[in-house]
């Protein structure tokens, strides 16, 4: 994934996917009535008043740990690297 974009005001510019041997494509990204802090507090107390799980929780922090390791692995050796296999060698349910 690439960003860009501008450090000083971040919800400028663009999002990049690119996949393994393919051009890079945007991606698509809505306007945010919050931002920053603000977005994440909002997003927790909705969850909170519906009474249902937030969005993120620390099983997803596991699964975003697995996927940036992933990346400094195939940055290091150029491979492919498969995620899942990561999650399931530590133990992680998907």
Known sequence: MHWRGDNEDRGTGEVLVERWDDEPRPVGQEDLAFVERAATLQKLREAIEDGRPPET??????????????????????????????????GAKL
């Open 57 to 90: 929780s620390a099983a997803d922090n596991v699964r975003s740990l697995a996927v940036v390791l992933g990346c400094v692995t195939s940055i290091e050796n150029g491979d492919r690297v498969d995620v899942a296999e990561l999650l399931a060698a530590g």
